[in-house]
T-cell receptor
C-alpha cells in the first residue's frame, strides 16, 4: 500500500495553463512538503505545511501556490505554467517530532511545452 | 543558510568495489543528517540517519555513514557494492527545530557487472 500518493504521475501541458498536482497521505503525519527535482540540482523545497492552518514558503516558491485542504491532503498549483517549471515534483510527509525522517511520494513528472 | 555539498556527481564502480560518497555541510549548530537513495524511476527512500550518539551509523542494505563534526562531513560508505546499488544518492541536513531538509545535488552511482 502506498502511504504517500501523488496524482497525476505524468502530465504534459502548455505554457500559460493552470496545473494542480495533488498529494494524499495515510500515514497520519502532520507535516507535508512539496519539492521539485531537477538534474544536477537535487531537491529544492517549494512549500511546506506543519499543519492545516500553517503554510510556509520554501526556497523556490515563486510561480507556485499550495492548499492544505485537510491534514492528509496538500495540493500544489502552478497558476500559469512556464517551460522552466518542467521538473519532477515530489510530495513528502513527516511527523512533527524532532529528527523524524520525511517519507516521499512517487513523484509527478511535469512537462511544460 | 545551510548548504550541502556532494562533490562526486557521477561515480562508476565495478561490482564488489568499495564505495565512499562525500557529503559536507555548512552549519555550525546541531544538525540531523540523512542519506536518501533514489533507484531508477522510484521515489526517495531513507538509507540511514544520524541524530546523536555514535557517529558511525548503519543503515539498510549494508550502507553506513560516519559523522565527523570537525570536518562537517557525513560520508556514505559500503564495503562491497552490488549492481542493484545503481541509483542516485542524496545527502540531506536538518537544522534547528523544524523539519525542513536541505538536500545536496546528488551523486549518480552506476555499478557495472
Amino acid at each position: 500500500d502506498a502511504d504517500v500518493t501523488q496524482t497525476p504521475r505524468n502530465r504534459i501541458t502548455k505554457t500559460g495553463k493552470r496545473i494542480m498536482l495533488e498529494c494524499s497521505q495515510t500515514k497520519g503525519h502532520d507535516r507535508m512538503y512539496w519539492y521539485r527535482q531537477d538534474p544536477g540540482l537535487g531537491l529544492r523545497l517549494i512549500y511546506y505545511s506543519f499543519d492545516v492552518k500553517d503554510i510556509n514558503k520554501g526556497e523556490i516558491s515563486d510561480g507556485y501556490s499550495v492548499s492544505r485542504q485537510a491534514q492528509a491532503k496538500f495540493s500544489l498549483s502552478l497558476e500559469s505554467a512556464i517551460p522552466n517549471q518542467t521538473a519532477l515534483y515530489f510530495c513528502a510527509t513527516s511527523l512533527g517530532l524532532a529528527g523524524n525522517e520525511q517519507f516521499f511520494g512517487p513523484g509527478t513528472r511535469l512537462t511544460v511545452l | 543558510a545551510q548548504s550541502v555539498s556532494q562533490h562526486n556527481h557521477h561515480v562508476i564502480l565495478s561490482e564488489a568495489a568499495s564505495l565512499e560518497l562525500g557529503c559536507n555541510y555548512s552549519y555550525g549548530g546541531t544538525v540531523n543528517l540523512f542519506w536518501y537513495v533514489q533507484y531508477p524511476g522510484q521515489h526517495l527512500q531513507l538509507l540511514l540517519k544520524y541524530f546523536s550518539g555514535d557517529p558511525l551509523v548503519k543503515g539498510i542494505k549494508g550502507f553506513e555513514a560516519e559523522f565527523i563534526k570537525s570536518k562537517f562531513s557525513f560520508n556514505l560508505r559500503k564495503p562491497s557494492v552490488q549492481w542493484s546499488d545503481t541509483a542516485e544518492y542524496f545527502c540531506a541536513v536538518k537544522t534547528g527545530g523544524g523539519n525542513k531538509l536541505t538536500f545536496g545535488t546528488g551523486t549518480q552511482l552506476k555499478v557495472e557487472l
